[in-house]
T-cell receptor
Framework: KAGVTQTPRYLIKTRGQQVTLSCSPI?????VSWYQQTPGQGLQFLFE???????NKGNFPGRFSGRQFSNSRSEMNVSTLELGDSALYLC??????????????FGPGTRLTVL | KNEVEQSPQNLTAQEGEFITINCSYS?????LHWLQQHPGGGIVSLFM???GKKKHGRLIATINIQEKHSSLHITASHPRDSAVYIC?????????FGTGTSLTVIP
């Protein structure tokens, strides 16, 4: 089975722009979670989608949004980019929507730089 | 306030040494994950635990639910074990992460 794929792998944007990142989960996995990793804050949970519905959301402003399509592919969008949004954005997929029961499989991440 | 605390933050070991990384958490959890992140960013899930102990090759993970504590052990460490090890706990459908332990194994 192919692993979790994320596109693009690297991205440079300027303040005020918006960005859309894409994640394709492992075939058959219905749950996709998104995480932000920065040197200062470490890994932080953004949100999780299961069967096209947002199941849970971390503590991020409304500029961060996401969606999931019927084929389980997911996108996350960040509007009005700020310098502090520079980070590695990781997505992870798992088979079920029950967070305590399945192993997560992580994608390689998208490294976003905001200038 | 950090829901998850890891220690040590940094660890340097000689090849062959036995290594222990600790994780303490303050919330009720349904599961705990140990993750490994190599330079370049790729994350691999090593273990998912809800009780007891798991072993995979030279890696052993234990969890004590009553004490809210987990340990990751690496036996006969090798330079390829050099990575950041991250503890993550699951409560409800939320993940909380430790800040990671950076391990360097010297040949």
């Amino acid at each position: 089975k192919a692993g979790v794929t994320q596109t693009p792998r690297y991205l440079i944007k300027t303040r005020g722009q918006q960005v859309t990142l894409s994640c394709s989960p492992i075939s058959g996995h219905r749950s996709v979670s998104w995480y932000q990793q920065t040197p200062g804050q470490g890994l932080q949970f953004l949100f999780e989608y299961f069967s096209e519905t947002q199941r849970n959301k971390g503590n991020f402003p409304g500029r961060f949004s996401g969606r999931q399509f019927s084929n389980s592919r997911s996108e996350m969008n960040v509007s009005t980019l700020e310098l502090g949004d520079s980070a590695l954005y990781l997505c992870a997929s798992r088979f079920t929507g029950r967070a305590g029961t399945d192993t997560q499989y992580f994608g390689p991440g998208t490294r976003l730089t905001v200038l | 306030k950090n829901e998850v605390e890891q220690s040590p933050q940094n660890l340097t070991a000689q090849e062959g040494e036995f290594i222990t990384i600790n994780c303490s958490y303050s919330v009720g959890i349904s599961a705990l994950h140990w993750l490994q992140q190599h330079p370049g960013g790729g994350i691999v899930s090593l273990f998912m635990l809800s009780s007891g102990k798991k072993k995979h090759g030279r890696l052993i993970a234990t969890i004590n639910i009553q004490e809210k504590h987990s340990s990751l052990h690496i036996t006969a460490s090798h330079p390829r074990d050099s990575a950041v090890y991250i503890c993550a706990v699951v409560t409800g459908n939320q993940f909380y992460f430790g800040t990671g332990t950076s391990l360097t194994v010297i040949p």
